[in-house]
T-cell receptor, first 112, second 108 residues
Framework: DAGVTQSPTHLIKTRGQQVTLRCSPKSGHDTVSWYQQALGQGPQFIFQYYEEEERQRGNFPDRFSGHQFPNYSSELNVNALLLGDSALYLC???????????FGPGTRLTVT | KNEVEQSPQNLTAQEGEFITINCSYSVGISALHWLQQHPGGGIVSLFMLSSGKKKHGRLIATINIQEKHSSLHITASHPRDSAVYICAVLTSGSRLTFGEGTQLTVNP
């Protein structure tokens, strides 16, 4: 079992560009949550996908959008990148009960 | 005020010391997680608690639901325990709300 995987590991983008980050959940998990972690801070909840729909959303602008595919993998899209979007983006998958959460290694996004 | 507060923010200890990190929360939860994050970012789940106490090796986690408080203890600390320790609470719909983390440094 590969656990939760994320790609790419690192990414450098320019202000105004768009980025897509990818996450594959742990086998048997159907729920994927995305978190943003700025340097020196705790992660912040972006949104959660279940059954290919956004189930919950945190306090993030519409520039942040996502998608979940039938195989439960997920994408996070960020449009019109700002310098403040530079962060570690973490994906976590959970089982239908939602209690145990497993984290991916994260994608480090740098916006210049 | 954050929904999840951790203390201390930074902690430096000598190898072998007993360490305690505290977490208080102000919302209703279904469970509480203690997580470990090493430089580079990867997060590892140490414990998930909904009541009482759990022990794994030198790590012990306790939770008091009535007082909305949890503690993570490390016995006989070692330099390899140096990391950021994060408390996170599970609220409705399996959404995690995180504390700011405690940076632990254990010196040899």
């Amino acid at each position: 079992d590969a656990g939760v995987t994320q790609s790419p590991t690192h990414l450098i983008k320019t202000r105004g560009q768009q980025v897509t980050l990818r996450c594959s959940p742990k086998s048997g998990h159907d729920t994927v949550s995305w978190y943003q972690q700025a340097l020196g801070q705790g992660p912040q909840f972006i949104f959660q996908y279940y059954e290919e729909e956004e189930r919950q959303r945190g306090n993030f602008p519409d520039r942040f959008s996502g998608h979940q595919f039938p195989n439960y993998s997920s994408e996070l899209n960020v449009n019109a990148l700002l310098l403040g979007d530079s962060a570690l983006y973490l994906c976590a998958s959970s089982s239908p009960t939602g209690a145990e959460q497993y984290f991916g290694p994260g994608t480090r996004l740098t916006v210049t | 005020k954050n929904e999840v507060e951790q203390s201390p923010q930074n902690l430096t200890a000598q190898e072998g010391e007993f360490i305690t990190i505290n977490c208080s929360y102000s919302v209703g939860i279904s469970a509480l997680h203690w997580l470990q994050q090493h430089p580079g970012g990867g997060i590892v789940s140490l414990f998930m608690l909904s009541s009482g106490k759990k022990k794994h090796g030198r790590l012990i986690a306790t939770i008091n639901i009535q007082e909305k408080h949890s503690s993570l203890h490390i016995t006989a600390s070692h330099p390899r325990d140096s990391a950021v320790y994060i408390c996170a609470v599970l609220t409705s719909g399996s959404r995690l709300t995180f504390g700011e983390g405690t940076q632990l440094t254990v010196n040899p």
